[in-house]
């Protein structure tokens, strides 16, 4: 059985950097049927993915264009694992944070969120 | 980016109610839907991909159907675990998008 454990704070100051991890039991970060991707949820934004990271013989990511010059998704194979890191951090980025995992399904080019973490509250205030 | 747009925003029914349940994307995105429930303080769960597959564990009573640009969430007889918020995304195209929700409330 696959699970996602979340942690990282929850109180942010304005232009401080949010850090998550992401801790992966029953899966391997470097299955070649799974990405890795991290989603916000707020109530004025909704469901808001983030991006992604994944390994195809090497690891490649992917953002979402409103936060590109502020994030960074990293992967940790050796504790299996991966992070999020978003920089300048406003009130505006205050939301809940989700890990998901994008499972392949067999003999179709089709990916589904099929596992999400719990959630991380992060409230960004000063 | 695809916009998906789901309605109603809300709805009122009954335990044992059959309720529909609406998506539409802003341009086709073949069968690559998939519809999550979610209640207060808990991650989205997986019910439907691929427009009308139902995920492992998920009761039959919950059923999707759609391709191209318009896609329906049905449930047959309304359970009263069922009342949560749905929400439909596209895992066409990055960035991956989401629905607005609908709330399914008691009536």
């Known amino acids: 059985q696959v699970q996602l454990q979340q942690s990282g704070p929850g109180l942010l100051r304005p232009s401080q950097t949010l850090s998550l991890t992401c801790v992966i039991s029953g899966d391997s970060l470097s299955s070649s049927n799974a990405i890795w991707n991290w989603v916000r949820q707020s109530p004025s934004r909704g469901l808001e993915w983030l991006g992604r990271t994944y390994y195809r013989s090497r690891w490649y990511y992917d953002y979402a264009v409103s936060v590109k010059s502020r994030i960074v998704i990293n992967p940790d194979t050796s504790k299996n694992q991966f992070s999020l890191q978003l920089n300048s951090v406003t009130p505006e980025d205050t939301a809940v944070y989700f890990c998901?995992?994008?499972?392949?399904?067999?003999?179709?080019?089709?990916?589904?969120?099929?596992?999400w973490g719990k959630g991380t509250t992060v409230t960004v205030s000063s | 980016d695809i916009q998906m747009t789901q309605s109603p925003s809300s709805l009122s029914a009954s335990v044992g109610d059959r309720v529909t349940i609406t998506c539409r994307a802003s341009q086709s995105i073949s069968r690559y839907l998939n519809w999550f429930q979610q209640i207060p303080g808990e991650a989205p769960k997986l019910l439907i991909y691929s427009a009308s597959s139902l995920q492992t564990g998920v009761p039959s009573r919950f059923s999707g159907s759609g391709s191209g640009t318009d896609f329906t969430l049905s449930i047959s007889s309304l359970q009263p675990e069922d009342f949560a918020t749905y929400y439909c995304?596209?895992?066409?195209?990055?960035?991956?998008?989401f629905g607005q929700g609908t709330k399914l409330e008691i009536k």
């Open positions: 995304q596209q895992s066409f195209l990055i960035p991956r998008t």
């Open positions: 998901a995992r994008d499972i392949l399904l067999p003999f179709d080019h089709y990916y589904y969120m099929d596992v």
